[in-house]
């Protein structure tokens, strides 16, 4: 069991704002930055965002972050097919002394 | 940026040592960056093992400390993964990676590797 809860599953339509959830706890999300990956079947996970509201270069500015106390979200606006996949958050927990992962969400573009 | 290649045996007997190494170019393995490794068994979610800095300072999983070791190897430019007594749960596909401590936002992910652990 995750120390991040994340929804198993999300769909939306193309051109549609869709948002995943990630909560934790006060020793994780509440005092640490959140990354967003996405992971595409059959290949490694892909940073989307870090430091909880930062994206990479290269990364679109249809994917946002932000997060709020012991929760964060990722917004994914202008949804494609090809924005379908399993999306993880990832935070630092202080309790553990490690890096900790979300169980994943599965996005589903209908 | 970094390009990151992990190599060692697909197929480990239960009780055994799973080892990996993790190869690394484009980039100094003596950079102010951790060095991680993170798990997928076959369908599920991602679980971080551990991390390290070439200064050697080391994180791991708590439920994994007991029988993970990592090393940096600069002469060679790479860094390995050790895990003992394996067993069928250790099944996975193993990624090596990277993140930048001096530039956050900067982060590579090695193309990953499965593992199987079977006698």
């Known amino acids: 069991q995750s120390v991040l809860t994340q929804p198993p599953s999300a769909s939306g339509t193309p051109g549609q704002r869709v948002t995943i959830s990630c909560s934790g706890g006060s020793s994780s999300i509440d005092y640490n930055y959140i990354n967003w990956y996405q992971q595409i079947p059959g290949t490694a996970p892909k940073l989307l965002i870090y430091?909880?509201?930062q994206r990479p270069s290269g990364v679109p500015d249809r994917f946002s972050g932000s997060k709020s106390g012991t929760s964060a979200s990722l917004a994914i606006s202008g949804l494609r097919s090809d924005d379908e996949g399993h999306y993880y958050c990832a935070t630092w927990d202080d309790s553990l002394s490690g890096r900790v992962f979300g169980g994943g969400t599965k996005l589903t573009v209908l | 940026q970094v390009q990151l290649q992990e190599s060692g045996p697909r197929l480990v007997k239960p009780s055994g040592t799973l080892s990996l190494t993790c190869d690394v170019s484009?980039?100094?393995?003596?950079?102010?960056?951790?060095w991680s490794w993170v798990r997928q068994p076959p369908g599920k979610g991602l679980e971080w093992i551990g991390e390290?800095?070439?200064?050697?300072?080391?994180n791991y999983n708590p439920s994994l400390k007991s029988r993970v070791t990592l090393s940096v190897d600069k002469s060679k430019n790479q860094f390995s993964l050790k895990l003992r007594s394996v067993t069928a749960a250790d099944t996975a596909i193993y990624y090596c990676?990277?993140?930048?401590?001096?530039?956050?936002?900067?982060?590579?992910w090695g193309q990953g590797t499965l593992v199987t652990v079977s006698s």
């Open positions: 430091r909880s509201n």
């Open positions: 990676a990277t993140y930048s401590v001096t530039y956050p936002g900067s982060e590579s």
């Open positions: 390290i800095h070439h200064s050697g300072t080391t």
């Open positions: 484009g980039g100094s393995i003596s950079s102010n960056n951790w």
